[in-house]
């Protein structure tokens, strides 16, 4: 309590809010989903044309790859992760858009 009375900092900012998730990520699990989504796509690397589909494109390509069902319900989910593995995108009237090349 004595050095929040001095006026000292007790909260995270954001650089140490970045340091924090850099050292966690090494001990985060991909989800399945996520595991499936590296098996058939990767990122579009910078020149490389690739497409650009929402979340929803993706899942629907991936369920036509497997013989689970996949939750349809959790795209918005599945989207927070893309943005997570720091897929390339951009906003559209559709949504949010990925670049993406499938792997075949």
């Given at each position: 309590?004595?050095a929040i009375y001095k006026g000292e900092r007790y909260w995270l900012d954001d650089e140490d809010e970045k340091i924090l998730k850099q050292t966690n ?80």
């Amino acid at each position: 309590m004595e050095a929040i009375y001095k006026g000292e900092r007790y909260w995270l900012d954001d650089e140490d809010e970045k340091i924090l998730k850099q050292t966690n990520r090494e001990f985060e699990q991909a989800s399945p989903l996520e595991q499936l989504f590296h098996c058939y796509f990767r990122p579009a690397e910078e020149g490389e044309e690739g497409e650009w589909m929402t979340s929803m494109q993706i899942l629907n390509y991936l369920q036509t790859k497997t013989r689970d069902k996949l939750a349809i319900n959790k795209v918005a989910v599945f989207g927070r992760a893309l943005q997570k593995l720091n897929i390339p995108c951009r906003k559209s009237v559709k949504g949010t858009l990925y670049h993406l090349l499938k792997i075949e």
